[in-house]
């Protein structure tokens, strides 16, 4: 007869332990207690199962109790708990959960592996009907039968860990809307806040309504109802409450048996997977290992190092030597249609251990394509990636929909032999435009971070920079922006200088030498050559904003709260929006600017008033698009996500350039309107189209005036707004005059006296003054219309111009031209 080894816990490190040790040892007595019913399940699984996306409850279960036991002749026990261990005799207690008998049982060697428990803190009204946890088979029959019974319509989620984020995705897979509740400021907190913003925004886009920074106060049960208070005060109404609040490890039986505990309870071990005590083990959930980069101690719930550990523990009872050589936290999750993942330590934990970035590591952060863009299906991977002065690397991090998976075990390959940064450049990857690009995001990480570390290029951490484009460094900065007019018209950074990157070199002049640049183009890629043109052209200071606007938006997604908008557009949608659209313009697997480009192309085939239907999978497309009607004077009639793609329908000019055109369409007799384009600001010329327009809408003329460039001057209020923009637009603000009393006219004005000359003769001559004409036309339905395109470009923000006007762009215009007999440009 062999040694007698006894298990405690029969799932993931347990079951790994006992096959794993009857393989090697065919004499060894092994005895497995499990108090639950189920052995060797699936519990990464059961989120899935209760989505329906594992329909079958069986396809859980791995290995049966009766087939484990004949496959690798266990004397395993399912519904027997051990309640003791006693070192001193070297055995267990255990209680048979069905019968409740007690008896104990011998052991030469005892492995722990009972693994975690899901906390439920003392909140009150928490043991409520209808507020489950999940981490058995059992606990997701609970739950599937309570959704099946009660038909619950919301769930609120506590905790945004990965197992909360997991089911805020099943759960809207049920049907159910979902409110997230996470009292960290953001969700996911094993990767850093500004990777956690694209899980956020994507969270949101589906529908889940975020409540970050926020914890539960109490639950009550009314009903059929629950309220939950949070800590702020906020109260949700909800119909069942999923905790995923995080975990415990079990490990009363060891600290009960005086085995040595870390300050979480977790089971201290060595290499070997040894406790304090020489003849037991632990392995899994329930031990505190080593941490594989700077070799610190954690504890780390996953799957995968229970296994290893299983293996290791297994093979040193059976008289193999083996170590675990430590934890790198590698984690993969799917979120919708995103997957995060990462490996190693995250800049957030080094800065817990004291760490300074630039002093002890650097990060980078690029946005990259999941395999080459000129190929179907390609989609975004933004990669960070966390690396001492030396270019050791510490840490990786990745979110995107496709190919993260395969990025990321690379990286954490690579970690785990002791890579250098430098050699992720080395690596060669297996490549064709279905899978990769022939410089794959691995080896551009290894690019860009050589070019950190050899002083080529710098980047500005992301929030350094706030949401309004200002600059928290505390020096003097100008924000550059290196994309094309027509990627700035559906998301500008405020206070930007826009100068495409093809016309740098031209107008370098218009940039202060003096102070520190921060490049931004779409993804980063045009920002870095911006920046080393810059740099070869005496500007000291020049730094990247870190994956570019795309990137920018997301960290800042907060506020802009994209899914009503997506939601709202769907549900308000005009019958109209299903009409057939006139082109179908297919942006699938296209990036930004991609899609945007593409429309802006298409929007010029199609007559004013016809729509196009946009089918995108870049989900940064409908927050971009939404921008771009807004700038443009197109009207975004409906956005929403079937499956993976944002479907857009666009019309053609405003509502109002619509109907006008309609109008001119259906209507038999010519188009009547008349439209003028005020470019000017001289008070002469200003007036002129005022008459025009007020003897046109006397005659019961549709007039429309346009304001473009120093035309918009005469809708300024005249009295100064107190409005923060960048120091040159301010100055240009205060160069020109401020509304219609202070025009002057376009000859003869000499310095002033012109123009009040002008004013004395037109009150004689019992000429109304441009302010009353303005009135009048505002009175008599004329509408005045601010280009916003020329407000960005003026630095001219809605706050300063008058009341009762309208803004859009250009299309706007156009669509009312073509409902117009007259068109002066003045
Ligand atoms: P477990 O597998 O939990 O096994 C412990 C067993 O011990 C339990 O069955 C328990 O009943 C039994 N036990 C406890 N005390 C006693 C006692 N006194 N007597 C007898 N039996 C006892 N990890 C990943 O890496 N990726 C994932 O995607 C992932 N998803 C997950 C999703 C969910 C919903 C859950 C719950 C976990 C997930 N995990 C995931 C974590 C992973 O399942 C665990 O890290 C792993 O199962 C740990 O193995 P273990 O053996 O330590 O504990």
Redesign the pocket.
Known sequence: MGKKVVV?????????VAARLRRLDESAQIAV????E??SYA?????YHVGNVIKEREALILNSPQKLRKNFRLDLRTS????KIDRQSKSVR?KNLQDGTMFDEPYDTLVI????S?LRPPIEGIDSDGIFT???IPDTDRIKAYIGQNKPKRAAIIGGG??GI?MAENLREAGLEVSLIEMLPQVMPSVDVEMARLLEQNLSINGVRLYLGDAVGRFEKEGDRIGITLKSGAVLETDMVLLCIGVRP?SE?ARDAGLQLNEKGGIVVDASMRTSDENIYA????VEIEEFVFKGRTM???????NKQ?RICANNIAGIPDQYEGTQGS???KSFDLTVASTGLSESALKRMGKGHGRDYQTILVNQKSHAGYYPGATRLVLKLIFGNDGKIYGAQIVGQDGVDKRIDTLAAALRLGANVKDLKNLEFAYAPPYSSAKDPVNMLGYVAENVLSGLMSFVPYDLVDASGKYLGGEDAQILDVREEAERMMFSIDGAIGIPLGQLRARLSELDKNKLVIVFCAVGIRAFTAARILSQNGFERVKVYPGGASFFQSVYYMGKDDACKLETCGENAPASASAKASLVVDCFGMQCPGPIMKVYQAMKEIAYGETVEVVATDLGFARDIESWCKHTGNTLVKAEKQGNKIVAILRKGTDAAAAAAASVQSAPAPAEGKTIIVFSGDFDKVMAAFIIANGAAALGKPVTLFFTFWGLNALRKTARIPVKKPLIDAMFGKMMPRGVSRLKISKLNMGGMGTAMMRRVMKGKNVDSLEALVKQAMDNGVKLIACTMSMDVMGITKEELIDGIEYAGVSTYLGEAEGSNVNLFI
């Open positions: 405690i816990g029969g799932v993931a490190g347990g079951a790994g207690f499990e108090r639950g189920y052995v519990n990464c699984g059961l989120p027997h708990e051990v309640v255990v592996s009972t693994g975690s899901p999940l981490w058995t990965f197992i997991e079990n039986l392995v899994g959930d329930v780390v719930p996953l799957a995968g190092p229970a299983a984690f993969v999750a």
